[in-house]
């Protein structure tokens, strides 16, 4: 075929995510994916390192994940899941119920990061407008990232994402995240919050903010927020749609912590990256606070798709993945390089800081000019790392990896070779 050709046939009526299609390059027109490689549509190979914005831990076409979903494909592709239920579901629930924090019994599903946080949310403020006690508003931090849906935009503090909306948002009150030398700052600003009881929750993406450039901070730091919300009856909201299913080097980050949050969102890589799928969790409590003769009381909430079984069978696939000893060997073995190209660069002239947990690894760009989210420098970056066939997206000039746990020492190296190269020379 001729080059380019669906790079061309997209401009015509395709509208991307996060594009300013007036400036924007063209897009790659990707025909094939196996493992950590992508490949274009004129032959040219990419390393996938951010697993397709965090998708992808298990590689793709992974062909587990790809038979279980072609079984329930043709057992039960799909049924309502009002007033009906399925084993998928069942069995999905029941083996999260082991993975998770022990406090999480309940399960809601919906199809997509952004809305399961809009159920968390939605299930903070509707526990107390039931109990007839006015607490209408939430707690998120700085530069936090949950979706794009409105109360998940209006808990996210990158604001260019959100400008244009504000009038139209839920009431969200922001504080500073809390990494080194941030956190009496921190507490101290969601103590004065919480004494106001105006706030239902709180919403925090646990030790990594993954959208503001892989922002990390203490587990000791979350415990004690999580306990002084849990003293004054403030929910906790544990977005995981980013940290879950390993990547922090266990299950969850909430794993790390001593506190148990009353809700967890999950999402991305919960199916492997093949069919869109989250879910919200719950603790029995929060259940009960809508639990009553009262219609009324009920959540209102649902999607078509909901607990959709074709997606169900492909989280499943995924778990028996992540509980795979290939895949554990794996997220430790990228760690460990992680580490040592660390301790190989953090001296170099031109990096500000690195910062690693699990299989995330940042790294932040000394810059004269202060760069936004979306600049110039961020944008060369971006070409080059394309032009050498890796796929990153740097965040201002953070530059991160997130690689599938099946990318193999070598091609981790490869990348690594491309951030040093690419220090060098911008
Ligand atoms: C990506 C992300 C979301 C939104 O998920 P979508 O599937 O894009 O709606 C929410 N929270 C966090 C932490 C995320 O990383």
Same mark, same amino acid.
């Given at each position: 075929m001729e080059n380019n050709y669906l790079q061309k046939a997209d401009e015509k009526h395709l509208w991307h995510p996060y594009t300013q299609h007036k400036t924007a390059q063209p897009h790659i027109a990707i025909t094939k994916g196996k493992g950590t490689l992508l490949w274009d549509e004129n032959g040219k190979?990419? +390393?996938?390192?951010?697993?397709?914005?965090?998708?992808?831990?298990?590689?793709?076409?992974?062909?587990? +994940?790809?038979?279980?979903? =072609?079984? *329930?494909?043709?057992?039960?592709?799909?049924?309502?899941?009002?007033? #009906?239920? $399925?084993?998928?579901? +069942?069995?999905?629930?029941?083996?999260?119920?082991?993975?998770? /924090?022990?406090? *999480? *019994?309940k399960i809601f599903f919906s199809d997509n990061g952004s809305t399961a946080v809009e159920v968390a949310i939605k299930v903070a403020l509707q526990f107390y407008y039931n109990k007839g006690e006015k607490r209408t508003k939430i707690i998120a931090f700085e530069n936090a990232f949950h979706g794009d849906t409105f109360a998940a935009m209006a808990a996210s503090g990158i604001s260019f994402f959100t400008e244009a909306f504000q009038g139209a948002m839920i009431h969200v009150e922001r504080i500073p995240v809390p990494t080194a030398g941030n956190e009496d700052r921190c507490f101290e600003a969601i103590s004065k919050l919480i004494a106001t009881k105006e706030f239902a929750g709180f919403i925090f993406e646990p030790l990594v903010q993954g959208a503001a450039g892989m922002v990390m901070y203490a587990p000791e730091q979350l415990d004690r927020l999580i306990k002084l919300c849990k003293e004054n009856g403030v929910f906790?909201?544990?977005?995981? %749609?980013?940290? @879950?299913?390993?990547?922090?080097?266990?299950? #969850?980050?909430?794993? =790390?912590?001593?506190?148990?949050?009353?809700m967890m969102c999950l999402s991305k890589a919960l199916t492997g990256g093949t069919i869109p799928m989250a879910l919200t969790t719950f603790t029995a409590a929060l259940?009960? @606070?809508? =639990?009553? &003769?009262?219609?009324?009381?009920?959540?209102?909430? @649902?999607?078509t798709f909901t607990a959709n079984p074709t997606g169900c069978a492909a989280a499943l696939a995924g778990l028996e993945l992540l509980e795979s000893e290939a895949?554990?060997?794996?997220?430790?073995?990228?760690? &460990? *390089?992680?580490?040592?190209?660390?301790?190989? +660069?953090?001296? $170099? /002239?031109? %990096?500000?800081t690195t910062r690693i947990l699990g299989v995330i690894f940042a790294l932040e760009f000394i810059r004269d000019d202060a760069d936004s989210y979306y600049g110039d420098f961020r944008n060369k970056l971006y070409a080059f790392f394309i032009e050498k066939g890796v796929i990153m997206r740097p965040v201002g000039n953070i530059v991160y990896i997130l690689p599938p746990y099946v990318i193999s020492a070598e091609e981790l190296e490869k990348v690594y070779e491309i951030i040093a190269e690419a220090l060098d020379k911008f």
């Open positions: 190979e990419y +390393i996938d390192a951010i697993a397709s914005w965090w998708v992808n831990p298990y590689g793709h076409s992974n062909t587990h +994940i790809a038979d279980a979903i =072609y079984r *329930q494909l043709t057992t039960l592709e799909h049924v309502l899941f009002g007033g #009906f239920t $399925h084993e998928p579901a +069942i069995v999905l629930a029941e083996k999260l119920m082991k993975l998770l /924090p022990d406090n *999480q *019994q906790t909201i544990a977005d995981e %749609v980013m940290t @879950g299913f390993g990547k922090t080097g266990k299950n #969850f980050a909430c794993d =790390y912590l001593q506190q148990q949050p009353d259940f009960d @606070g809508f =639990y009553d &003769e009262d219609v009324n009381k009920a959540l209102f909430h @649902g999607h895949v554990k060997s794996g997220i430790k073995r990228i760690n &460990e *390089q992680h580490l040592s190209f660390q301790k190989r +660069i953090e001296n $170099h /002239p031109r %990096v500000k």
